[in-house]
């Protein structure tokens, strides 16, 4: 099999389950379940990563988000199309692998810079401030 643009071999199986608005990456070593919320907040697209060297746009709202398509870009990632109308992020192998091993640790810096800002994952409540 010839190397990836990104040096990492491609998944085994990739599957979209839409009812559980999860993508399944399997490699040859390891499988990951990814959440649609997960892959959205964490697009790699520039609206969200942002330009240069600054921090991440903070995505908030986007509990309910699914997936509508996902489709090959190269030999080398996937483009992903979200119900909410976002599919300008390409999703290398190394980086969905880069998601799946370091999820836990990523969701929990997410919901962190959730909580600082005064945001929430509910696009329909807003989250509130109890000062006491």
Known sequence: ???TTDN???PKKI???RAEKTLQVAFADAEYQLPAEY???FSPSAEVRGHGASEPVLVSGKLHVG???VEAAGRYALKITFDDGH???IYTWSYLRELGENR???WEAYLQRLR???KGRDPDESAVKIIG
């Open 39 to 41: 892959l959205r907040v």
């Open 67 to 69: 997936i509508d398509k």
């Open 104 to 106: 836990a640790d990523n």
């Open 116 to 118: 600082s800002a005064g």
């Open 87 to 89: 599919d300008s992020g």
């Open 15 to 17: 599957r979209l389950n």
């Open 8 to 10: 990492y071999e491609s």
């Open 1 to 3: 099999m010839a190397p």
